[in-house]
């Protein structure tokens, strides 16, 4: 097994003064595909958003290749998915602009070179959206959109991907062209966590599954297979918490009946 590129003992974090992660244990090694399964504000989201510096921490330690984490500064190896959102205000953007943001970290001084205009064009056509890099962003349908996002962390050419929920309201097709994209990337190499609601379409990838409940591990092993993606687990004894790996709830838009406006720029 890989050394440790994502280390979390016993974190704990408080949103709103009140506990969402309550002494999380999580390790990530280099080459490992892990997801992040649980209930509907089981803390997925703050658990990764604390990873990446955007939630404080109450207590325990998190490290980033082998760095705490308040003493990280080499961004550029991680690439970050942000939960897809249709709230933030849009400021229009094209697709290649999206896309070069992300290369960002990797420009000396901040400016784009040949190089990194080829990065940039070479995560467009991994996502294939290459045909619309001249295309704003408020003109692409929801899994359109997810594409150029993910196309926008691998710009940078990571380390590590960190991905919030990828597939959430994304149609089939989109499915299709962000598992073959992942696939090919973990083939490279890259280390990637990733928030799921259900296995789905990258079930194959995934070497463990950690799942969460409020703001504990309540499981740390094999993936859930087959079907149903049931866990060896007693049934939830409450209702409002239900088992982990499926009843789960999304409110997320329903794939492509609207383009939606994107936050990336603001
Ligand atoms: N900014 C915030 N202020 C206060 N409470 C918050 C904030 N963000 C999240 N929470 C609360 O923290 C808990 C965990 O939220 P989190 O988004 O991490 O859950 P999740 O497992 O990712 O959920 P989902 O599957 O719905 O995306 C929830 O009860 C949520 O309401």
């Not at 510096?53 to 207590?59: A, C, E, F, L, W």
Request: charge should be neutral.
């Amino acid at each position: 097994m890989g050394e440790p590129v994502i280390s979390l003992r016993g974190v704990g974090a408080e949103l709103g003064g009140r506990p969402v992660l309550r002494g999380v244990d999580l390790t990530v090694h280099r080459g490992e595909v892990v997801a992040l399964l649980g209930a509907n504000g089981s803390g997925k989201s703050t658990a990764i958003r604390a990873v990446i510096g955007q939630v404080p921490v109450s207590t325990g330690t998190i490290e980033l290749f082998g760095t705490e984490r308040a003493r990280f500064r080499s961004w550029a190896r991680v690439g970050y998915v942000p939960q897809r959102t249709t709230a933030a205000g849009g400021v229009p953007a094209t697709v290649t602009e999206i896309v070069s943001s992300g290369r960002l970290s990797r420009a000396r001084f901040g400016v784009l070179r040949k190089a990194d205009h080829a990065a940039v064009r070479h995560a467009l056509e991994r996502v294939g959206m290459a045909d619309r890099a001249k295309d704003s962003v408020d003109a692409l349908s929801g899994g359109q959109h997810q594409r150029v996002l993910i196309a926008r962390a691998l710009a940078a050419e990571p380390e590590l991907l960190i991905m919030d929920e990828p597939m959430a309201g994304v149609d089939l097709v989109s499915q299709k062209v962000l598992a073959d994209t992942l696939s090919a990337q973990v083939e490279a190499g890259t280390t990637v966590l990733v928030v799921l609601h259900e296995l789905g379409p990258l079930e194959p990838l995934i070497d463990r599954a950690v799942v969460l409940r409020d703001g504990r591990v309540l499981h740390d092993g094999p993936p859930p297979r087959g079907a149903a993606g049931t866990f060896p687990l007693p049934a939830s004894p409450d209702p409002g918490h239900p088992r982990p790996g499926h009843d789960h709830v999304h409110p997320h838009a329903p794939a492509d009946v609207e383009p939606i406006r994107t936050g990336l720029l603001s």
